[in-house]
């Protein structure tokens, strides 16, 4: 995976929350790698909220939610309790009912890597459990077209 995917310039809105480690996630002294997924998926639904995209305008405006297909992720290292990390999200690509999002995991004191992934979510309709079309409100908020200056 490249850890200089992230978008900075590009015009795609990039979100990065500020996560606690919590006692209770924590196994043989560091955090259970499977908890790292659910960090992940409180950052996308942090940037999805802010954009106006949370779960219940999804839900309940376009009839449908996005489900996990597919998680790539590579551990790079550990953190404890107490410690903070930053886990920074954006959307990379969509096409048709494939949205793939990208994060990176920083420890907030040292700012090593710890956790890179790519995630692919599928739209799914409500009313008939099938993938559908990512709905173009969504597209536009993640993956906001460069505006273009005006012909001189």
């Known amino acids: 995976m490249k850890t ?7 015009g795609r809105p990039v979100h990065t929350a500020r996560i606690r480690v919590r006692h209770h996630e924590i196994v043989h002294l560091h955090v259970n790698h499977a908890t790292y997924l659910n960090y992940l998926e409180q950052a996308s639904a942090e940037q999805d909220e802010s954009l106006g995209i949370g779960l219940k305008q ?12 597919h998680h790539d992720i590579t551990y790079q290292g550990q953190a ?9 999200t954006w959307a990379e690509e969509i096409s048709g009912p494939r949205l793939v999002r990208g994060y990176l995991v920083h420890h907030e004191e040292s700012s090593r890597l710890l956790v890179e992934d ?27 077209q460069p505006r273009h200056a005006a012909a001189m």
């Open 4 to 10: 200089d995917m992230v978008p900075s310039t590009d």
């Open 58 to 69: 999804l839900a309940d405006e376009l009839g449908g939610l996005f489900m996990v297909k």
């Open 80 to 88: 404890t309790f107490g410690d903070w990390l930053t886990v920074t």
């Open 118 to 144: 790519h995630t692919t979510w599928v739209w799914v309709e409500l009313e008939t459990n099938r993938p559908r079309r990512v709905p173009s409100l969504v597209t536009d908020k993640l993956l906001p």
